[in-house]
Nanobody
Framework: VQLQASGGGLVQAGGSLRLSCAAS????????MGWFRQAPGKEREFVAA????????VYTDSVKGRFTISRDNAKNTVYLQMNSLEPEDTAVYYC??????????????????WGQGTQVTVSS
């Protein structure tokens, strides 16, 4: 599976962005997907995950109510809608794919394939 993330950019606090992650390969529809982020000088952290059919989602506490993860298996794409953005959301955002169809956890090591990352910068 190859992943290509896009949609990052510069936005003011309170604004919105939608990240996309396009996947190649026939296994996308059978893979749980996740979004992670990494700010300068910090470790990569979990943001959100979705199971193979979109029926189950998990979010880290700091983004609950602001971010929404979704997927379109017909387009081999997973999305991260980010609203009410805060300067603390500034980071490089990565999408990741798991060989498992179900969400196994929120640790980066549990995901098997990674995209290249897209920069999100939120100004105050």
């Amino acid at each position: 599976v190859q992943l290509q993330a896009s949609g990052g950019g510069l936005v003011q606090a309170g604004g919105s962005l939608r990240l996309s992650c396009a996947a190649s390969g026939r296994t996308f529809s059978r893979s749980a997907m996740g979004w992670f982020r990494q700010a300068p000088g910090k470790e990569r952290e979990f943001v959100a995950a979705i199971n193979w059919n979109g029926g189950s989602t998990v979010y880290t506490d700091s983004v609950k109510g602001r971010f929404t993860i979704s997927r379109d298996n017909a387009k081999n794409t997973v999305y991260l809608q980010m609203n009410s953005l805060e300067p603390e959301d500034t980071a490089v955002y990565y999408c990741a794919a798991d060989r498992s169809p179900n969400i196994r956890g929120i640790m980066a090591r549990e995901y098997d394939y990674w995209g290249q990352g897209t920069q999100v910068t939120v100004s105050s």
